[in-house]
């Protein structure tokens, strides 16, 4: 077949599948500024009434509220805990390092519902739902596997012959790592801090168990608005998260970019 | 003033390293030795990265054995700067003040100056991706001066350097350790001649034990054990460094080196040739030897000299490498005369740290 042809095809597709890929988290966007209240497509006309309906709005704003409130707890819970779980990864010698790494990865494989389901489960059995630190804690659980990776990353490639320079001019362990190591792999550990926010951001399976009757975050409380009825705030929420999210996705891809670089200078050295 | 004794030995495997060591305050003293003799085993007892089987090392009168790396005040310069990459030079210097609390103005200018000793003033605020590998080897001697060590270890510094600039480094490193006669050196190397331009005395390590130690010119010139001789390897003369090399010797001056001041001539066994009769054409370096006696080296055999009656006393030891035909050609026996010619292009003279 023509060669041009085949490249034709190829280019069509990728735009199809990048279409696939893109629309359903943009559409949204128009319907958040339309003026109906039913979630038509196309929207009829061009409005910020809903936006400020949903900024003016308590209980969209307590939700909202919420959820960056979790996000943020849920991070500084994960990112200590699973930069340590990395250090040891890469720098322990323990015959138990695979087995520690794949339950620290656990909870991306299994289904959300069922770990939504279990946490809920057991913290119903000590009368800890309805609890927002509950939902951060759980969270962190599901963030520890992103910071791990990211960080293990860099910690591979990090020269740890720069620690014993720090330890020969003076410093202390926990000088050289404050001063030298988290400053070289600190990107890495951002990134990996930001997709724990978004990773909490956006999650509705957990909240929805442990706290969704009584404290709704923002993706519980659109779930909770579209199961009853129609609500034309539902798709101003949307938008809010899916800028924030990508905003949030954007800055990690940039760090994680930032990070090589930073260890490809320092291999060079 | 620092004093090192060290008295160590450790275990790695199968190999097993037993060595004592003293050092004196200002002095340097040059570990020699070829690759597993001990070396790195030897450095990474001291800085407290190995656990040894015994160990008592006394520096500036404190036993230091037990002590944590970031205590034991041992500075080392390695093969590589190791510079940290996310920091400036002048904070790279400033490192190890200010971990031990050095407040950061103080720290700061305790870095400059220590820059400024070793000739890199003008990187300071630079990163140290944007400097050479011997500006970086140099602000990493200054990091290591600038955590005041009793003991500063020098770890093959210059190996990873290119031909030009390791010999500035060199050079540099021998002016700054004379300006601090506070701290004791150890230079571990495999090249003898970071010895015979930075080392007051050698110590010639060999599986795991010294084999030979003293003077720097004494073992390199004069070595009493074969190992030594084959590391040492090449021949050597000292005297007084002139415009054209050294005392009678015509020779290329090493950049560093003083007219005037005390020096070393090193050439290599086979840039000697040996002749029956007087070469004719070549006026320089041409001297009367008394062959001492033959021995094989490889393909070549080497001789033994020394000196004549009459002739010049630098060539007593000398060592020339010739053909097995050229010996053929010279028909001699040990106390025979002969005439050596060295071409000039083949010596390099070197500065000598002078005799303490």
Known sequence: MDSKLLRA??????????????????????????????????????????FQEFFADMQWRTALQRSLNVALVSVLISLPIGVAA???????????KNLVESTLMLPM?????????????????????????????????????????????ALQTFDFRLVRAARVCGAGSFTAFRSVVLPIIAPAVGAGALIGLMTSFDEAVIALFIAGDTLPTLPVQMFNSITYDVNPLVPVAA???????LVLLLAALLLVRWSRKRTDIQIRL | MSELAADLAVQRGEFHLDVRLRVAAGEVLAVLGPNGAGKSTLLGALTGQLRPQRAAISLGGTDIAELAMHRRRIGVLGQEPLLFPHLSVLANVAFGPRAAGMPRGKAHSLAHELL????????????????SGGQAQRVALARALAARPELLLLDEPFSALD????????????????????????????????ALVLADRVAVLDGGRIVEQGPAREVLSAPSTPFAARIAGLNLVTGTVTEHGLDGLSGILAAEARIGAAGAAVFAPSAVAAFRE???????????????HVER??????????ASDGGPGWVDGLRADITPAALADLDLQPGGLLWLAVKATEIVVHPQRAAR
């Open chain 2, 297 to 306: 080296a490889g393909d070549l055999v080497r001789l033994r000299l020394r």
């Open chain 2, 163 to 194: 031909v030009d600039s390791a010999p500035r480094v060199r050079a540099l490193i021998g002016r700054v350790l004379a300006e601090h006669p506070e701290t004791a050196s150890i230079l571990v190397t495999h090249d003898p001649l970071d």
């Open chain 1, 86 to 96: 990395s250090w040891w990864l890469v720098r322990g010698r323990s015959r138990f």
């Open chain 2, 278 to 292: 007087r070469p004719d054409g070549s006026p320089r370096n041409v001297v009367p030897a008394e062959l001492a």
């Open chain 2, 116 to 131: 400024g000793e070793v000739d890199a003033g003008e990187f300071a605020a630079r990163k140290p991706a944007a400097i």
């Open chain 1, 109 to 153: 494989m299994i289904p959300i519902v069922v770990f939504g389901l279990g946490a809920y489960l057991i913290l119903l059995r000590f009368h800890l739902v309805g609890n927002l630190w509950m939902v951060a804690a759980t969270h962190a659980v599901l963030e520890i596997p992103f910071v791990v990776l990211t960080v293990t990353a």
């Open chain 1, 239 to 245: 938008t809010v998260l899916t800028v924030v999210t």
């Open chain 1, 9 to 50: 095809i190829n280019t069509v597709y990728a735009c199809l599948l990048a279409l696939f890929l893109i629309v359903p988290s943009l559409v949204v966007i128009p319907l958040a500024f339309s003026t109906s209240q039913f979630l038509e497509f196309p929207p009829p006309g061009f409005s910020t009434r809903y």
